[in-house]
């Protein structure tokens, strides 16, 4: 029975610990790309008009965004580095705090191939999702604005008038009440196999995923006033 006991505490314990290590993930990944997202917005603006030259002398636009991605990436991938190297002497203390005593078993620190993978995909995602606002920033801009030092960072108001029936008018509705349509689809799939099967993993997830999905409908709702 004290087995048991010990075995259902470390299972809610595990729980517990991954829905918070799925949160800190989470706002870590969102500071991170607004982070890079300002810092390439910045030179964007800032350099402007040595795009302006390049694009003049030939550079074409697959280029220019290369050249946005790669700078980019130089934020990411010496931390990528840096986390992995580091991450080996962090797990080897905690397992030697948690484990070695206890348990008395051997455990090689050293991140599996799947924690490898997710961490790279993660690291190199974040970077390209950060990128695509200055990216098109930059290809917005005309050349010769670009190349005009005197230029005003001021812009005309320019208002288009788009016909109602357009799928042009209709596509954020469309992809609005898609999203809005597979997270119903999804909750009331996923919430009762979730309590059926006493998942309390994919549960604790979903109401994180509702919790989450209330704080970007209120942003949106304040945003707009």
């Given at each position: 029975m004290g087995l048991l006991m010990t075995m259902q505490l470390s299972e809610a314990a595990s729980l517990l610990l991954g829905l918070l290590f799925g949160v800190i993930i989470i706002l870590f990944v969102v500071i991170s790309v607004l982070l890079i997202y300002s810092l390439l917005l910045i030179s964007v603006e800032s350099k402007?008009?040595?795009?302006?030259?390049?694009?003049?002398?030939g550079m074409s636009k697959a280029n220019c965004i290369s050249m946005i991605l790669i700078q980019s990436m130089t934020f990411v991938i010496p931390s990528i580095v840096f986390g992995y190297v580091v991450s080996i002497p962090v797990l080897m203390q905690i397992y030697a705090f948690l484990l070695t005593g206890s348990v008395d078993i051997n455990i090689?620190?050293?991140?599996?191939?799947?924690?490898?993978?997710?961490a790279v995909a993660l690291g190199l995602t974040i970077p390209v999702v950060s990128s695509i606002i200055p990216i098109m920033t930059a290809m917005n801009k005309n050349l010769g604005d670009s190349l005009s030092a005197t230029r005003s960072l001021t812009k005309g108001v320019k208002v288009a008038i788009e016909e109602q029936n357009s799928f042009a008018s209709k596509a954020p509705y469309l992809l609005f009440g898609s999203l809005a349509a597979l997270s119903g689809i999804a909750i009331y799939y996923l919430l009762p196999y979730a309590i059926v099967n006493?998942?309390?993993?994919?549960l604790l997830n979903i109401f994180f995923m509702i919790l989450l999905g209330m704080i970007l409908g209120l942003t949106l709702i304040a945003s707009n006033f």
């Open positions: 402007t008009f040595e795009t302006g030259v390049l694009r003049m002398v090689t620190p050293v991140p599996s191939a799947g924690a490898t993978v997710s006493l998942n309390l993993g994919l």
